[in-house]
């Protein structure tokens, strides 16, 4: 498991790969763009995707890896605080990926939903 490590490390720095449309959202919400235009809508719905797809896809399979580590024996080779590193911190960053995922996922179904409500988006402001 120890050898593991810098992968496992690197696998959840992928979950970064959501972060410019986090931080695009906040400089367009400083800048006092509407919610109803395209390039908060477009980035909104970029970054939930990316959200899923960096976060959520990827925390299966950092668990699989662990759970063959368990398995084999292989993390009773690390210290006590190695092994909460790999299983505690992990967890609970995913719970909170998984509640920030279903915010963002209201918000979405929400624009969408009313996109095609509105006569499909032509409600939109540029």
Known sequence: AGELAPYLSALRMLSEASTPFVNQ?????ACKYSRRSSIYITNGLLMTLSFFLSRLC??????????????????????????????????????????????????????????????????LKD
């Open 25 to 29: 959202r906040w400089f367009l919400d």
């Open 58 to 123: 990827l925390s299966p399979v950092q668990y699989h890896i662990v759970y063959h580590c368990w398995d084999d024996g292989s993390l009773n080779e690390i210290t006590l605080t190695e092994r909460f590193l790999v299983l505690i911190l992990p967890f609970i960053a995913d719970i909170l990926n998984v509640y920030w995922f279903y915010k963002m996922l209201r918000g979405a179904i929400k624009i969408l939903y009313n996109m095609f409500k509105d006569n499909s988006g032509k409600k």
